[in-house]
């Protein structure tokens, strides 16, 4: 059984570019949701999406955008890149309708620089 | 505003020697406490879920407990390979796929 799965790896974007990021959740979830994860610190909340529709939000700006895909799959979009978002982007899944089963499970993340 | 809070940020241990890392939270409505491991570049493994006050959960050398205020992960005997950053995280509300908040972490180095 795969589990979480993101794409590419590593990345190196130029300011001002966009960037499409990808995960396919663990098989049998159907809640993604993406983090940022700067040095040093813990994973920041950006959006969950579930049903193909944006659920919860973080204090992310507009820059930052997503998607769901019928197969559950999901993209992570950021336009007009600053130095700052550099970060390990985190992709995590999880079942929605289970009681008690509420843990994430994540992905390896994809390290973008931006100079 | 939830909030959580882990202490030390950095712990440095011998071989063996057992210690305690606390996590602080300030959340309404806990729906559950998390624990992961995270090593360098990787993206968070998952531990342990704590849903209630006095709960405890044990896998090989690590033990969380949950207070209604904190968590601890307690670490026995701890080997080398456990050397890696520890992220505490809450969920609360309703839903089971509520954001989840993490703290920063403590980074746990274990020397031989």
């Known amino acids: 059984d795969a589990g979480v799965t993101q794409s590419p790896t590593h990345l190196i974007k130029t300011r001002g570019q966009q960037v499409t990021l990808r995960c396919s959740p663990k098989s049998g979830h159907d809640t993604v949701s993406w983090y940022q994860q700067a040095l040093g610190q813990g994973p920041q909340f950006i959006f969950q999406y579930y049903e193909e529709e944006e659920r919860q939000r973080g204090n992310f700006p507009d820059r930052f955008s997503g998607h769901q895909f019928p197969n559950y799959s999901s993209e992570l979009n950021v336009n007009a890149l600053l130095l700052g978002d550099s970060a390990l982007y985190l992709c995590?899944?999880?079942?929605?309708?289970?009681?008690?089963?509420?843990?994430?499970?994540f992905g390896q993340g994809t390290r973008l620089t931006v100079v | 505003e939830d909030q959580v809070t882990q202490s030390p940020e950095a712990l440095r241990l011998q071989e063996g020697e057992s210690s305690s890392l606390n996590c602080s939270y300030t959340v309404s409505g806990l729906r559950g406490l998390f624990w992961y491991r995270q090593d360098p570049g990787k993206g968070p493994e998952f531990l342990f879920t704590l849903y209630s006050a006095g709960e405890e959960k044990e896998k090989e050398r690590l033990k969380a407990t949950l207070t209604k205020k904190e968590s601890f992960l307690h670490i026995t005997a701890p080997k080398p390979e456990d050397s890696a950053t520890y992220l505490c995280a809450v969920q609360a509300g309703r839903s089971s796929a509520s954001k989840i908040i993490f703290g920063s972490g403590t980074r746990l180095s274990i020397r031989p």
């Open positions: 995590a899944s999880s079942i929605r309708d289970r009681v008690l089963n509420t843990e994430a499970f």
